[in-house]
């Protein structure tokens, strides 16, 4: 049984950092994308940043492009999304997803598999 557990999230000052992980567990990740999205109140959930778990090749969404980076420990089974320069409009709950290979690793109805999310919250 596949699982997945994000934890990092909280309260920080604009300009200021965070890192979330995503502790996953169940089955070997080889092939699969590991993504995060993250969705506020009222609007949809959007795509944030990927990242394969084999090669480490990674993909992020212009608004986060300069000042996020994702990353992957295979060792650990965790993938981190280190987020600098927050701004109040990254606030949300950010979602960890994991989906099989060979799709658009964009889009969130594609991931198989998704934890319960974590709240940032950025004040201005």
């Known amino acids: 049984q596949v699982q997945l557990v994000e934890y990092g999230g909280g309260l920080v000052q604009a300009g200021g950092s965070l890192r979330l992980s995503c502790a996953a567990s169940g089955r070997t990740f080889s092939g699969y994308i590991m993504g995060w999205f993250r969705q506020a109140p009222g609007k949809e959930r959007e795509f944030v940043a990927a990242i394969t778990w084999s090669g480490g090749s990674t993909y992020y969404a212009d608004s986060v492009k300069g000042r996020f980076t994702i990353s992957r420990d295979k060792a650990k089974n965790t993938v981190y999304l280190q987020m600098n320069s927050l701004k109040p409009e990254d606030t949300a709950v950010y979602y960890c997803?994991?989906?099989?290979?060979?799709?658009?690793?964009?889009?969130?109805?594609?991931?198989?598999?998704w934890g319960q999310g974590t709240q940032v919250t950025v004040s201005s």
């Open positions: 997803g994991a989906m099989r290979g060979g799709r658009d690793y964009y889009l969130g109805r594609e991931y198989d598999y």
